[in-house]
């Protein structure tokens, strides 16, 4: 069991970077690590996913080329670096941990276990 902690969320420009991290408090390199989000009134999203040995990453449409998913298993930590933020950005970001899967990386809620409490990002026009 892992639990997870995200952080670095905040208010700032169309245009301007953020960088979220999401501490673990176990090991976390048998799992697989995601993002979603969720905007008020909306479902929580996909957003990026990291495979357990950081060799494989997958990107929502909406944020590819902008946002980047690293991980550092040895500090049980996984980062998501935001650049060129949007107004549609704006949502509640969740870091989750699920089980590796032969099948290979999951866009789906259903196949992460752990999730973290999350942390606000807004961005302003």
């Known amino acids: 069991q892992v639990q997870l902690a995200e952080s670095g969320g905040g208010l700032v420009q169309a245009g301007d970077s953020l960088r979220l991290s999401c501490a673990a408090s176990g090991r976390i390199n048998i799992y697989d690590m995601a993002w979603f989000r969720q905007a008020p009134g909306q479902e929580r999203e996909f957003v990026a996913a990291i495979s357990w040995s950081g060799g494989i990453t997958y990107y929502a449409d909406s944020v590819k080329g902008r946002f980047t998913i690293s991980r550092d298993n040895a500090k049980n930590t996984v980062n998501l670096q935001m650049n060129s933020l949007k107004p549609d950005d704006t949502a509640v970001y969740y870091c989750?941990?699920?089980?590796?899967?032969?099948?290979?990386?999951?866009?789906?809620?259903?196949?992460?276990?752990?999730w973290g409490q999350g942390t606000q990002v807004t961005v302003s026009s």
């Open positions: 989750a941990a699920g089980r590796a899967a032969m099948s290979g990386l999951s866009v789906l809620r259903d196949m992460y276990d752990y």
